[in-house]
């Protein structure tokens, strides 16, 4: 075994004196050095801990007080096998920094060098104790040119430790402290134990965990296994593909480059995916999730989550809680899973499924594709066998769900509603709403747009444009002034329904019950549908539809040789077979089993021309 003496960094305060009791036991039992100033004094004590644990032996620094003292212009001789220190080498206390280190060689474990560096306040009577929070101290480790059979592990100290591993896999344990730890080159792994450490794999594909303490991870390059454990960590994958996991506290986890996948664990964490497809998942706390810039799987899991899928064609599920899901930019599938959701779809043309909850989805600027029924038979997968949730998006066994809000935005959309009381509005664009069951109320806005009422007692706007409007109906329907062959088609039990066509030229289906239309202007196609209908064909040359076992029916302001009464559900029915007659200031049309009523018309003026049949 070889002991030689190099250097140490050891910072000063004005006016103190430090001393420290260093032990280098091997095989064969070598020690000792130390580096002070000035000869040691009784009243000089030292209390100091390094353990470096090798294949064949230990480098430790002693507990007591039995030193060998190095000075200024000391021989080698004076002191075992430590070499010559210059005496120029002595910076004076309080004007920078002196130093030693130590090199060792044995059969197994070839050229370490062992640094200390310690920064001393001065207290009384100079009594010097590493271990009093009065001191600042940190030791610093590096291993260099291990053999090919392995490397020793490295355990560090209770203080501030500097460990250095160079080639090879290391194993490196930091101990407590606030330790700098770094693999070097190899597959290394790294613990960074008690303290907020500050931890690097660089190169190779290593594995860090920081266990307790607020911790600064990094894998650097290669595809690293980095866990944050305990503490508020702050953990960055780097180049390849890595594993990220913050575990407990308030994480913050970083992607940077390449498919990383990120498991936020529990607390309130940040999770940001950077460059890579990656796989991101908040786990438990109420979570904020950055996709970035591929396409990136998100999951928030429990807890009110935010999420932003960034530039990719991105996957994101809610899950539990009352999450804020944003696709952001190209085509998104979004699933907002369970809770009260705030769903936006961004600028692609996306799929957004609201999921159970009372949900808010606003689509953007695609054209986009919108179901809040809670079935999610059409998300355009059946599970993400890849990202470790296989049959994550099979359908919802129950479709029940809440009352949503829902907002088509710019493009040509597709809205499907679910159960309860829901808000769709279509905004610009060609769309098509569908209120599905109870009391909805449906908006179509501008453009061209194909509304279905569903079930229950629906309020129903067409907007600007020439509109179809369905307030119960199957939209498979023919077309109104052709209803001879399939009077029979009508959906039952639909609800009362209150229908505004809008200033286009519409086609609105009543259905069952006693509905409400109103055509608006632009010459428009009404049709109630069965029972006691009110018609209202507001401004243009109106058509009002009407075939066998439609009830009895009230237009409220037909204007003869403008607007038509439409016979063609009745079969072979002609101008002769009907019968006109006068109830007061309306004229009353009686045709096979149907009764319509017109008001403020006079049944006189009334002529052929007026119907189609």
């Known amino acids: 075994m070889t002991l030689l ?56 620094v002693s507990d007591g007080d039995e030193f060998a003292w190095i000075g200024p212009g000391m021989s080698a001789d004076s002191l075992l096998q430590v070499v010559d220190i210059p005496a120029d080498s002595f910076v004076q206390p309080g004007a920078g920094q002196v130093g030693f280190a130590v090199e060792y060689d044995s059969t197994d474990i070839e050229g370490s060098i062992v640094r200390m560096d310690l920064v001393v306040d001065p207290v009384a009577d100079n009594l010097i104790d590493v271990g009093l929070t009065a001191i600042d101290a940190f030791s610093a480790v590096t291993l260099e040119d291990a053999p090919d059979e392995g490397d020793p592990a490295i355990i560090g100290t209770e203080f501030k430790d500097q460990i250095f591993g160079r080639d090879g896999d290391d194993l490196i344990y930091g101990k407590a402290g606030h330790d700098f730890i770094s693999g070097g080159s190899g597959d290394d792994e790294i613990y960074g134990g008690a303290g907020g450490d500050s931890l690097h794999g660089n190169t190779g594909d290593d594995v860090i965990k920081g266990n307790k303490g607020d911790d600064f991870i990094k894998g650097h390059t290669g595809n690293d296994y980095l866990q944050g454990g305990e503490g508020n960590d702050k953990i960055s994958g780097g180049m390849g593909a890595d594993s990220v996991y913050g575990d407990k506290n308030n994480d913050t986890l970083y992607g940077y480059r390449g498919e990383d996948n990120l498991h936020g664990g529990d607390g309130r964490d940040s999770l940001y995916g950077g460059a890579g497809a990656d796989s991101l998942h908040g786990n438990k706390g109420n979570d904020i999730i950055y996709g970035g810039g591929q396409n990136d799987f998100i999951r928030g899991d429990s807890g009110a989550d935010t999420v932003f899928g960034g530039i990719g064609r991105d996957i994101i599920y809610g899950g539990l809680g009352n999450d804020q899901l944003d696709g952001g930019a190209s085509s998104d599938r979004i699933l907002g899973g369970y809770g009260n959701d705030v769903i936006k779809g961004g600028s692609g043309w996306d799929k957004v499924f609201g999921g159970n909850g009372s949900d808010s989805v606003a689509g953007g600027w695609g054209n986009d594709y919108i179901n809040t029924s809670g079935n999610v038979n059409d998300f355009g997968i059946s599970g993400s066998p890849d990202r470790g949730y296989p049959g994550l998006f099979a359908a919802d066994d129950d479709p029940n769900d809440d009352a949503d809000v829902v907002r088509g935005g710019q493009g040509n959309d597709t809205i499907i509603t679910g159960d309860d009381g829901d808000l769709a509005t279509g905004g610009k664009g060609n769309d098509y709403i569908d209120g599905g069951f109870d009391d909805d109320t449906l908006n179509g806005n501008a453009g061209n747009d194909t509304i279905i009422g569903g079930e229950g007692s629906d309020l129903i706007r067409g907007g600007v444009g020439n509109d179809t409007i369905y307030a119960g109906l199957d939209p498979s329907l023919p077309d109104l002034l052709n209803l001879a062959d399939d009077a029979g088609d009508l959906v039952t039990d639909n609800g009362q329904d209150i229908v505004w066509g809008g200033s286009g030229n519409d086609v609105i289906y009543g259905a069952d019950d006693d509905d409400t239309l109103y055509g608006g202007s632009g010459n428009d196609m009404l049709n109630g549908g069965v029972d006691d209908d009110m018609l209202t064909g507001g401004q243009g040359n109106d058509v009002f539809g009407f075939g066998a076992g439609d009830g009895s029916d009230t237009i409220t302001d037909f204007t003869s040789g403008a607007d038509k009464i439409a016979l063609t559900g009745f079969d072979g029915l002609t101008f002769d077979d009907i019968f006109l007659s006068q109830d007061e200031s309306a004229a009353i049309i009686a045709a096979g089993d149907v009764t319509i009523r017109l008001e403020n018309t006079d049944a006189d003026d009334l002529a052929e021309e007026d119907f189609v049949f």
């Open 5 to 60: 003496a190099d250097f140490v960094d050891a910072r000063i305060a004005d006016g103190a004196v430090i001393g420290a009791t260093i032990t280098i036991e091997l095989d064969d039992g070598t020690n000792v050095f130390l580096w002070q100033e000035q000869a040691p004094s009784d009243e000089d004590t030292y209390d100091l801990g390094l353990t470096i644990i090798g294949d064949d032996g230990h480098v430790r």
